[in-house]
């Protein structure tokens, strides 16, 4: 189960690994299994719309069961079926990286956006604080 005390520290891990990396000003936004807003931190000076887009990040890595990059490249390969399955949620989609789900053994709890710098850099940030509260970001783990 994701508490928003984990939740509220995997956070902060990804801003702390943003600030390290030397990143700009992130948000950062964690969901739970029903895509419901745990936590979203935005850093000073980070953007209003980076709250935006970091949910969206974190809810299309939910609904998708893989990483928002992965996303993305499935929108390459196959874009009427990925165009079909949007055109079925109320919710907004990225299809660019930084945005993870998070799994407690091979059980997806929730997931992790991260909105801000590079997408690269983003992803990395939310990869780095998935696995620092010993959750598995890529795939189901075993």
């Not at 943003?18 to 980070?46: E, M, N």
């Not at 990483?67 to 165009?83: D, I, N, P, Y």
């Not at 989609?93 to 407690?104: D, I, Q």
Request: hydrophobic fraction near 50%; charge should be negative.
């Amino acid at each position: 189960m994701l508490t928003f005390d984990v939740a509220l520290k995997l956070a902060q891990a990804a801003l702390a690994k943003g600030q390290k990396l030397g990143c700009a000003p992130l948000a950062v936004g964690v969901v739970d299994l029903s895509g419901t807003a745990l936590v979203l931190l935005r850093s000073d000076g980070a953007p209003p719309m980076w709250a935006r887009i970091t949910m969206a990040k974190a809810r299309t890595a939910l609904d998708f069961g893989c990483s928002t990059a992965r996303v993305g490249e499935l929108a390459t390969e196959h874009l009427q079926l990925m165009q079909d399955i949007v055109g079925l949620s109320d919710k907004a989609r990225v299809t660019v990286a930084g945005g993870v789900p998070l799994f407690a053994g091979s059980i997806m709890v929730g997931a992790v956006g991260v909105a801000g710098d590079s997408s690269l850099n983003d992803e990395s940030c939310a990869i780095h604080a998935a696995v620092a509260m010993g959750f598995a970001a890529e795939g189901r783990a075993e």
